[in-house]
């Protein structure tokens, strides 16, 4: 792993490789993770067991909750985030119901002591006021994009990315829809690429034996990062999608449309999915090997590709340096969050996965084990595994260059 920084804190980015210059700076990343699990020689299961033994020996205490090393950043006046004491959330409207249980629960846990305000206006959205420091934790259905580690590390802002769940992205239609049970990822190219704009409005040109009514599509808006993931799974880039469509960053407005209109196709997140099933009916996708259903199971087998994505949280390092509260919260959180996935209707990560994020929010390891781009067909095996790699990285570098 080569790591060149003229700043005192790291992102580290374990991806399958990339190198890229962060605005701001000259800090440059690159990990091969290739060439690290070459060296390790571990398999996948002595790599989690070696990250796990190694944060089980090393987990400091929450008052020690982000190293020294990490905490000499840029001082800036956005970096640290809010000062007043109350903590302040924003970002994906697919992930604020997992946050906004996490937020009652421990408001009924901490008493009114306890001040914390969280919205959704989309992830994009989120990560602008994020990187602007105007809040501590950033709700996102997509890995930060490059474009904004730059906008961050311009404002000396650096973060925490932490895993808290999968979706099943999912593709709902009306349950008066009779005729249509699965959609292929090519119809859904279909339908969706820009030159379908204007173009393909009738379910018969989708599949010639659906029948000849109106196509009626619902999505999410550009600010969201379900509308990146998406995309970057039909159409190949995360921006590129026909525009005369119902789009929304609240996905109750798309449940609400889709419920209401017999022609109707929306993708949707799958919480939203399993809270309206009385009103929505869910599509199989088969992307080449036979139709998928949407569910806990098919995402934990990983058979429902490329629609299985991770949720995360974004701290902001420094904020956790200086506020107690957000410790606490985001502590709460990690704690809680196995259960409260379950119950909003996502699909919880391992035990382990919880443990490792954990111990790197406590010892404040900043960066991304993405590339800055959404990645479909990311597992939860596949996440576990970057999460121990990382956190085998972070450890035997102890926050230092490395090389």
């Given at each position: 792993?080569?790591?060149?920084?003229?700043?005192?804190?790291i992102?580290?980015?374990?991806g399958?490789?990339?190198?890229?210059?962060?605005?701001?700076?000259?800090?440059?990343?690159?990990?091969?993770?290739?060439?690290?699990?070459?060296?390790?020689?571990?398999?996948?299961?002595?790599?989690?067991?070696?990250?796990?033994?190694?944060?089980?020996?090393?987990?400091?205490?929450?008052?020690t909750?982000?190293?020294?090393?990490?905490?000499?950043?840029?001082e800036?006046?956005?970096?640290?985030?809010?000062?007043d004491?109350?903590i302040?959330?924003?970002?994906?409207?697919?992930?604020?119901?997992?946050?906004?249980?996490?937020?009652?629960?421990?408001?009924?846990?901490?008493?009114?002591?306890?001040k914390?305000?969280a919205?959704?206006?989309?992830?994009?959205?989120?990560f602008?006021?994020?990187?602007?420091?105007?809040?501590?934790i950033?709700?996102?259905s997509?890995?930060?994009?490059?474009?904004?580690?730059?906008?961050?590390?311009?404002?000396?802002?650096r973060?925490?990315?932490?895993?808290?769940?999968?979706?099943?992205?999912?593709l709902?239609?009306?349950?008066?829809?009779?005729?249509?049970?699965?959609?292929?990822?090519?119809?859904?190219?279909k339908?969706?690429?820009?030159?379908?704009e204007?173009?393909?409005?009738?379910?018969?040109?989708?599949?010639?034996?659906y029948p000849?009514?109106?196509?009626?599509?619902?999505g999410?808006?550009?600010?969201?990062?379900?509308f990146?993931?998406f995309?970057?799974?039909?159409?190949?880039k995360?921006?590129?999608?026909r525009?005369?469509?119902?789009?929304?960053e609240?996905?109750?407005?798309?449940?609400?449309?889709?419920?209401?209109?017999?022609?109707?196709?929306?993708?949707?997140?799958f919480?939203?999915f399993?809270?309206?099933?009385n009103?929505?009916?869910?599509l199989?996708?088969?992307?080449?090997?036979?139709?998928?259903?949407?569910?806990?199971?098919?995402?934990?087998n990983?058979?429902?590709?490329?629609?299985?994505?991770?949720?995360?949280?974004?701290?902001?390092?420094?904020?956790?340096?200086e506020?107690?509260?957000?410790?606490?919260?985001?502590?709460f959180?990690?704690?809680?969050?196995?259960?409260?996935?379950n119950?909003?209707?996502?699909?919880?990560?391992?035990?382990?996965?919880?443990?490792?994020?954990?111990?790197?929010?406590?010892?404040?390891?900043?960066?991304?084990?993405?590339?800055?781009?959404?990645?479909?067909?990311?597992t939860?095996?596949?996440?576990l595994?970057?999460?121990?790699?990382?956190?085998?990285?972070a450890?035997?570098?102890?926050?230092?260059?490395?090389?």
């Amino acid at each position: 792993m080569l790591i060149k920084s003229s700043m005192p804190t790291i992102f580290r980015s374990v991806g399958p490789s990339v190198e890229q210059e962060l605005g701001g700076g000259s800090q440059q990343v690159r990990v091969d993770l290739n060439r690290t699990k070459g060296q390790k020689r571990r398999s996948f299961a002595a790599l989690v067991g070696a990250a796990l033994m190694l944060t089980a020996c090393g987990e400091p205490t929450q008052k020690t909750s982000v190293q020294n090393n990490q905490a000499t950043t840029v001082e800036t006046a956005a970096n640290a985030g809010p000062s007043d004491g109350v903590i302040r959330i924003d970002g994906s409207s697919t992930v604020y119901p997992v946050t906004e249980a996490v937020r009652k629960a421990f408001l009924q846990s901490e008493g009114k002591a306890a001040k914390v305000e969280a919205q959704f206006s989309g992830t994009s959205a989120g990560f602008r006021r994020f990187c602007a420091g105007e809040t501590d934790i950033s709700d996102a259905s997509r890995p930060i994009l490059v474009k904004e580690m730059e906008t961050c590390n311009k404002a000396g802002v650096r973060f925490i990315e932490l895993p808290i769940a999968f979706d099943a992205l999912t593709l709902a239609v009306n349950p008066q829809n009779t005729w249509a049970k699965d959609i292929t990822v090519q119809e859904l190219t279909k339908i969706w690429e820009p030159a379908a704009e204007g173009k393909i409005k009738n379910w018969n040109q989708v599949r010639a034996s659906y029948p000849n009514r109106p196509l009626t599509l619902f999505g999410a808006g550009k600010d969201s990062g379900t509308f990146d993931y998406f995309n970057e799974v039909t159409t190949g880039k995360p921006k590129l999608s026909r525009k005369d469509y119902t789009a929304s960053e609240d996905d109750n407005e798309l449940v609400d449309g889709i419920a209401k209109d017999i022609n109707a196709l929306g993708y949707i997140p799958f919480a939203y999915f399993e809270a309206n099933q009385n009103r929505l009916k869910a599509l199989a996708v088969d992307n080449g090997k036979g139709p998928v259903s949407p569910s806990h199971e098919t995402v934990q087998n990983a058979s429902y590709q490329p629609f299985s994505r991770p949720l995360f949280i974004y701290v902001n390092a420094k904020a956790a340096q200086e506020k107690p509260e957000l410790r606490q919260f985001v502590d709460f959180y990690l704690k809680n969050a196995k259960t409260l996935v379950n119950q909003v209707g996502y699909i919880p990560l391992p035990d382990e996965a919880y443990h490792i994020a954990k111990v790197q929010f406590y010892k404040g390891e900043v960066g991304t084990v993405f590339e800055g781009v959404p990645q479909p067909n990311v597992t939860i095996a596949e996440l576990l595994r970057r999460q121990a790699v990382f956190q085998l990285t972070a450890e035997s570098g102890n926050g230092q260059t490395t090389k």
